[in-house]
C-alpha cells in the first residue's frame, strides 16, 4: 500500500496494518473518531442512503433500539469506507447531548452482506499511475488460485488481479483466502457527540497524553482541524499548539495547506480566503516557504 501511495496516516493503512501485524487485539489507538467522519455520520446516518429501508426493518430483531448496521459507501468519505465498510452505530439522546457509538469487527468477509454476492477486497490504485507500471504490477502478482469455501461460490477461485471499476479506476484484488491466512481480525469501537468541545480536544496535546498524541500525529491532526468549521476554534488549537508544541505547529500547518490544496471539494484551499485570522497566522507559520505562496489573499 505504501509503494501504490497510500497515505500511511490514514485509519485505512493503519486498520489493515493492525490487521496484519496484530494478534486481534482491540484497536485500542482509535480514540478519536476523525472530524470529517463525525460530519460524515451526523449528517447522514438517519438517511435512507446509509442502509436499505427494508435491511433495517429486517433487522430489528437482531439490533436493540438505538443500535443501526450503517453502509457509508455513498457519502464520499473514503478512508472511513476502506477503514470499516459496514458498521454498527449506537445512537443516543440526553438533553441536547447527542452520543454516537462506532462499533465494528475488522475483518474480511467472502460475502457483500447488503445483496450475498461474492466481495472482492483490495486498494484502489493511483489515477496518475502509469499503465506501464500497472502493467508491470500485474506481471509481478501471484497466480495460485484461493478456493472459496463456503456460500453460493463455495468452490470458486480467488485470485490476486487487478480490474478496471465502473468510474475507471484500477482495484488491486487480494484473495480473501489469503487475507484471512496472514491476518487476524479484531474490534473497533469508538465515540463521539455533538457538543464538540474545543478545551477538551486540545486538552489531549498535552505531554501527558503521549498514548493519544502517538496516535493522533500532525498529519492526522491537520487533516482533523480542516473539518472544525469555527475559524475561532482553528485558530485557538493552533495557537495552543504554538505555545505548548512550538516544534510541530509548523509541521501541522504545513499538512493543513497541504491537504486544503489537494482537496476537490469543500473544505478547498480558496476556503481560507473567508478566514482572515486562520489565513494570517498561517502564513505566519509558512513564511518563506513554497506553500505560503498557496495561501489565498484574506477577505476582510
Do not use: C
Not at 493503519?14 to 485500542?28: C, D, I, N, P, Q
Not at 476523525?34 to 442512503?49: E, G
Not at 472511513?80 to 441536547?96: E, V
Not at 491537504?259 to 489565513?279: E, G, M, W
Request: net charge positive.
Amino acid at each position: 500500500m505504501k509503494k501504490l501511495g497510500e497515505d500511511h496516516h490514514s485509519w485505512k493503512f493503519k486498520f489493515f496494518a493492525h490487521f496484519l501485524s496484530g494478534g486481534g487485539e482491540a484497536m485500542t489507538e482509535f480514540t478519536q473518531v476523525p472530524m470529517d467522519w463525525q460530519n460524515a455520520i451526523r449528517q447522514n446516518w438517519r438517511k435512507t442512503s446509509s442502509i436499505r429501508r427494508d435491511v433495517m426493518k429486517a433487522q430489528k430483531a437482531k439490533y436493540p433500539k438505538g443500535k443501526f448496521r450503517i453502509k457509508p459507501y455513498n457519502w464520499g468519505v473514503e478512508d472511513l469506507t476502506g477503514a470499516l465498510g459496514h458498521f454498527d452505530l449506537t445512537y443516543s439522546k440526553k438533553s441536547k447531548t447527542e452520543t454516537y457509538l462506532i462499533e465494528d469487527y475488522y475483518d474480511f468477509p467472502y460475502y457483500d452482506e447488503s445483496d450475498g454476492l461474492l466481495k472482492d477486497h483490495g486498494a484502489t490504485l493511483p489515477p496518475s499511475l502509469p499503465k506501464w507500471m500497472s502493467d508491470k504490477l500485474i506481471s509481478l502478482l501471484p497466480t495460485r488460485g484461493y478456493a472459496v469455501p463456503e456460500g453460493k461460490s463455495a468452490g470458486s477461485n480467488q485470485k490476486f488481479k487487478i480490474v478496471q471499476k465502473n468510474n475507471g479506476s484500477l482495484l488491486l484484488t487480494i484473495p480473501t483466502g489469503w487475507l484471512r491466512a496472514n491476518g487476524k481480525a479484531f474490534n473497533v469501537s469508538a465515540s463521539f457527540n455533538n457538543q464538540f468541545n474545543i478545551e477538551k480536544y486540545i486538552a489531549a496535546f498535552d505531554e501527558e497524553s503521549y498514548v493519544f498524541w502517538e496516535a493522533l500525529d500532525e498529519d492526522d491532526l491537520a487533516h482533523d482541524l480542516i473539518f472544525v468549521k469555527s475559524e475561532a476554534q482553528q485558530v485557538k488549537v493552533f495557537n495552543h499548539l504554538k505555545a505548548k508544541r512550538p516544534a510541530e505547529v509548523v509541521d501541522v500547518a504545513k499538512y493543513f495547506v497541504e491537504d486544503l490544496v489537494a482537496r476537490t471539494s469543500p473544505p478547498t484551499i480558496a476556503d481560507l480566503s473567508k478566514k482572515p485570522a486562520l489565513t494570517n497566522l498561517l502564513r505566519s507559520f509558512l513564511n518563506g516557504t513554497p506553500l505560503a505562496s498557496k495561501l489565498p489573499a484574506a477577505k476582510k
